[in-house]
């Protein structure tokens, strides 16, 4: 395969773009040596923060607390409350409604109430559990369904709607309806939350936080000190996973860092037990899904009519972009002529859900895989033809929110190269015939797509912004406002500024996002991370290396078609010249070799309100195709085979690329089959620990796992190099698993429609496959 090209420069070949290179920081991984906050050297005098909370309420008023035996403790050299905070007792995002501190009431199981500052995190922790409460409860409303019958909400309710579906209904030759159960998800990122904050002599503060949104710790912590956001500097250098649970609710950790920092002048460092973590902290939204469907005789559809009731917890926190993106996608990858999709965002006296890898659009996704299940079924026909018949193409490319899907053809194509290189047709007959010669242990097999909008839903958002400077010695100071959570951002970033200047990366230094760098940055997330800060780079790389061909031009007397920049040299005409002495010369000519790079996504257009525009930049596509086996006496279930085809346009980096595939789908599937949050009938979380919460494991994977990279024409959108976002479209590759299961159900009774929710737990399992033999039964 010969080197691929750079655009501008067809003759010159790639040197670190589209190459699989390692992670940035593979080498310190495995060695154990990469630092994250709670590796940091600890400064003389450190104290140790540990939030307090009542470990028996649920919900209700705060008659007392009594923190006298907590103050008297061994090693306390503080105790925090609301009556603490200088500034505005709040962390939330936006909506204002997340107390830092319980003020008068508790909301929710875990909510915090005080914390200890001690000179050792054990004995703060000890400390903590010397506090007496006297709260007057109240009955807390825990599940979506409850809220509902309650009319309790965070948010208004919101839709889409296209056409009209109670005619589209009236015209069906066939109207299916269901409900079904989706599940939420722990992050369980390997590191925990943590923060360390240090006063400043200026009265400024410093935190190092574990988390996806600087300028959001930067602006929290200010908020609640009462400082302008300049004296704040937040920092990361990595974090130990996040997924979208260090988007917003790393927030809180930071807060109470810094608020003891500035009460003893100290510095001060909260990580929370992993325990508390669980209980504390937000997960993905879970849902009660009410559809409704109406087909003619072939399994087209004709109207979709959905209703997602969503658990958002007490607060609103990132609930209003979640669910929009769940109608955002719970189209799938199919076109419905004629539906009304319906958001509930229902307000609970449980922690408050947060964003989470796919950020609700893995939800949408999934009601919209049961409905094709459910026709499939009903009809007697191989769920994959109903999927085919369905999706989006050239007269039908309109989705309910009035966005084309512009690259059809690539969904077409990709999902065609799976069919054939899973055998998918092949193995059908495989499993049906296994199913007839086996009454206990049943196979199934599915073959799902992903189409994945790219892009902030919030527009103002899409936008970033990069430092880069050049030194007189040739090397690159490398920054931006992107957050390095294991995904390979830093190395991608790294790879395309490399390649600008035409240095190897040995050349190019990687540092930590930092406030005071790159001022006003987005969150990592929405799978654009990539997208916007490889672009602000490239554009600040771009930017110095045109005023360096500029005094080059006018000093050798030449065009700007003579100059190249190449391993570590600048090629002028016929003369080689190290970029270190291009560097000195350009110094001491008095050359700007700095620049802060910006940019924002072009074509977003969504206006909310109106429900109009262009929310996506672009869709990605993928697919996967998922062989399992159920026990039918036990609900034990195994992933037997998994072959996936994704795409990520001209990959910057396909080894990267793939693990992010193979993880993503890893985490949707265990999402979908082993991770289940318990609560109690007193609200309190029951599944707070790998004790009781199971996450997938090695031996979950299955034996034969088959993952690729589509090859295509690359994003048809000018993005850096042509590719596309991979962060978080994996996730709903894993709905084939999930499908999969269900059609394995359904094989019990040919035409009955399981009743399977997620996630499929053997529990899950079993319940509807004994809900089929009663209806075989009768």
Partial sequence: MTAPLDRRHPEVPLKHVRKALSHDSATLHVAGTATYIDDMVEPTGTLHVVPGWDRNSVRGQIRSVDLEAVR??????????????????????????????????????????????????????????????????????????????????VLPDYQFRRGSPETGMTAAETVLEGAMLIGGQ????????????????????????????????????????????????????????????????????????????????????VRLDRDDDMIMTGKRHDFKVNWKVGHDGTGRIRAVDMEFLSRCG?????????????????DSSYFYPDALLRSRRLRTD????????????????????????????????????????????????????????????????????????????????????????????????ALTPVKFGISFTLKHLNQAGALVHLYTDGSVHLNHGGTEMGQ???????????????????????????????????????SSGTDLNAMAALTAAREIK????????????????????TDNKVLVGDQSFALSEVAKLAHMARIQMSHAGFYATPGITWDRDTVTGRPFFYFAFGGACAEVTIDTMTGEMTVDRVDILHDVGHSLNPAIDLGQIEGGFVQGMGWLTTEELVWDEHGRLRTHAPSTYKIPTASDIPDEFNVRLYEGNGNPQ???????????????????????????????????????DAPATPEAIMKAVQDMRRRKVS
């Fill in 718 to 756: 000018d993005t850096v190099y042509r590719s596309k976002a991979v962060g978080e479209p994996p996730v709903m590759l894993a709905n084939a698993v999930f499908c999969a299961i269900n059609d394995a159900v359904a094989s019990l009774v040919p035409g009955q429609i399981p009743e399977l």
């Fill in 546 to 565: 045109s005023r360096l061909i500029a005094f080059l031009c006018e000093r050798h007397q030449c065009g700007p078609d003579a100059i190249h920049f």
């Fill in 186 to 269: 722990e992050h369980f990122y390997l590191e925990g939350q943590v923060a360390m904050a240090q006063p400043q002599e200026d009265g400024g503060m410093l935190v190092h936080s574990s988390t996806q949104h600087p300028t959001e710790i930067q602006h929290t912590v200010a908020k609640v000190l009462g400082v302008p956001d300049a004296l704040v500097t937040a920092e990361v250098r990595r974090m130990g996973g996040g997924f979208g649970g260090k988007e917003s609710q790393a927030n809180q950790w930071a807060a109470l860092a810094a608020l003891a920092a500035r009460k003893t002048g100290r510095t001060c460092k």
């Fill in 314 to 330: 007490y607060s609103v926190d990132l609930s209003l972009g979640v669910n929009d993106r769940t109608l955002f996608h719970a």
């Fill in 488 to 526: 390979g951002l830093y190395q991608k970033v790294a790879q395309v500024v490399a390649e600008e200047f035409g240095v190897t990366l040995d050349k190019v230094c990687i540092t930590a996002t930092n406030t005071s760098k790159v001022p006003n940055t987005g969150p990592t997330a929405a």
């Fill in 72 to 153: 008297a403790a061994p090693g306390v050299v503080a105790v925090l409350t609301c009556a603490d905070v200088p500034g505005k007792n709040d962390c939330s995002s936006a909506f204002g409604d997340d107390p830092v501190f319980a003020d008068g009431e508790i909301l929710f199981y875990g909510q915090v109430v005080f914390a200890v500052v001690a000179e050792t995190r054990d004995l703060g922790r000890k400390a903590a559990l010397l506090a007496r409460f006297d709260v007057a409860p109240t009955t807390p409303i825990l599940t979506a369904a409850d809220a509902d019958a309650a009319d309790t909400t």
């Fill in 350 to 445: 449980t922690c408050s859900n947060t964003a989470f890898r796919g950020f609700g659009g893995p939800q949408g996704m999934l009601a919209a895989e049961r409905v094709i299940d459910a026709i499939a079924i009903q009809l007697g026909r191989d769920p994959l033809e109903i999927r085919k018949l369905n999706f989006y193409d050239g007269d039908h490319n309109m989705t309910p929110y009035g966005m084309p899907v512009e690259e059809h053809e690539v969904m077409h194509d990709l999902i065609g190269q799976l069919e054939e290189s899973s055998e998918y047709w092949s193995r059908r007959d495989d499993v049906e015939r296994f199913n007839a010669e086996n009454a206990v242990l049943k196979k199934g097999l």
